[in-house]
Every structure is written in C-alpha cells, then in structure tokens.
T-cell receptor, first 112, second 117 residues
C-alpha cells in the first residue's frame, strides 16, 4: 500500500528564515500532490497543488516542488513569520473521486 | 470559494449515547463526501466515502453499524456515532467534492471534537 512520510514531526525555525518541509512517498506517483495547513482543532485548509507533470509551483511566499523520480515533494515558506506556525500536511490524489491520502504532517514553529 | 460547514465543532456525550455530526456544502453540489478521523499528532485516517443517494463505502476496520453515514442530498451528509464509547473520542472531519467545487476538488469542514465520558 502507498506510504507517505513527512520528514520530521516538528520543525523549529527563526522568523525570517525559509522553512523547508519534505514529503516522500512509495510506490506509484499520484496525479497530483497537495499541501494543506492545519491549525489545532481545525480542519485542513488547502494551500497548493502540483501535478505530476509540473516541477514547481509558487504562491506568494510558498513554493512547492515535485520530483517524481525521487518520489518527493518539498514545501518552502520563505520569510517565515510566527503566524506561519501550524501543522502542514501533504496529501496525494490519484484519480476520479478517490479520497486523498495524507501524511502525518510536520508541526512548524516559527520563533520570533 | 467553496465552503463546507461542519457542526457541531465540539460535543461531549455520555458513554452509550449517540452523536450526530453534520456536514453541509454551502455553495456547491457535494456528490461525494469523505469522513476522516484524526487522533492527536496523527494523520487524517479515512473512515468512509459516500456518494449522494448511495450507501457509504467503509474502510477496513471501520464498523459500519457503529458509524452510520447518510448522504441523502447533494448538500448534506451526516455521521452518527452510535453507542459511543470513550475510545471513540477523536477529531472527526468531513470533506466534499463535486460539481462546482474548486478544481483541486476537495474542501474540508472545520472538524468536530468528540469527547465521550
């Protein structure tokens, strides 16, 4: 079965630095990969989507890369702020109306 | 944008009672709803998938008689936890996809924290 690993359970960085989160998967590549933000006691909020034929996507301070050879996606937050502190989840989508498959998430803490 | 409203956000119930959680799509037709459960510091685990007007498909290990899912309309799905026990205490989240949903397809509710005492 498909396994998704997000490299660390928790990541602490200084305000202003770039946070880099990793998502690795096994087996076959998804049609697309998504990143979500989840705050405590809340549902996930969609951030970015990247398709299997795309290498990089950007949205404001966020950047996602997707390497289907390495079976890896990197999620970057540049000029990080304390308000970016949250858990970030990667999720794989395959086809049709199939459900997303989620990683465990990385809890990011941005320290002022 | 697409909005999924989930209620209640928190509920505390006594062991042995039943609890109903509602999930509504406010501005699109949710042909498919997914119900997830999330334990502390864990990933979202899919419990079941429901298509409007059809019986839900449950994941392995999820008791369909305990977690009743109804998806009778294109805007409403409900999850009823029957005869709840303390081990059912968890964070339950719905998500929806369908016509009119964003092109990434999935919108999540804000979750329900269930505590069974």
């Amino acid at each position: 079965s498909q396994k998704i690993e997000q490299n660390s359970e928790a990541l602490n960085i200084q305000e202003g630095k770039t946070a880099t989160l990793t998502c690795n998967y096994t087996n076959y590549s998804p049609a697309y990969l998504q990143w979500y933000r989840q705050d405590p006691g809340r549902g996930p909020v969609f951030l970015l989507l990247i398709r299997e034929n795309e290498k990089e996507k950007r949205k404001e301070r966020l950047k996602v890369t997707f390497d289907t050879t390495l079976k890896q996606s990197l999620f970057h937050i540049t000029a990080s702020q304390p308000a970016d502190s949250a858990t970030y989840l990667c999720a794989l989508y395959y086809s049709g109306n199939t459900p997303l498959v989620f990683g465990k998430g990385t809890r990011l803490s941005v320290i002022a | 944008g697409a909005v999924v409203s989930q209620h209640p956000s928190r509920v505390i119930c006594k062991s042995g009672t039943s609890v109903k959680i509602e999930c509504r799509s406010l501005d699109f037709q949710a042909t498919t709803m997914f119900w997830y459960r999330q334990f502390p510091k864990q990933s979202l685990m899919l419990m079941a998938t429901s298509n409007e007007g059809s019986k839900a498909t449950y994941e392995q290990g999820v008791e369909k008689d305990k977690f009743l899912i109804n998806h009778a309309s294109l805007t409403l799905s409900t999850l009823t936890v029957t005869s709840a026990h303390p081990e059912d205490s968890s964070f339950y989240i719905c998500s929806a996809s369908g016509q009119g949903a964003p092109n990434y397809g999935y919108t999540f509710g804000s979750g329900t924290r269930l505590t069974v005492v």
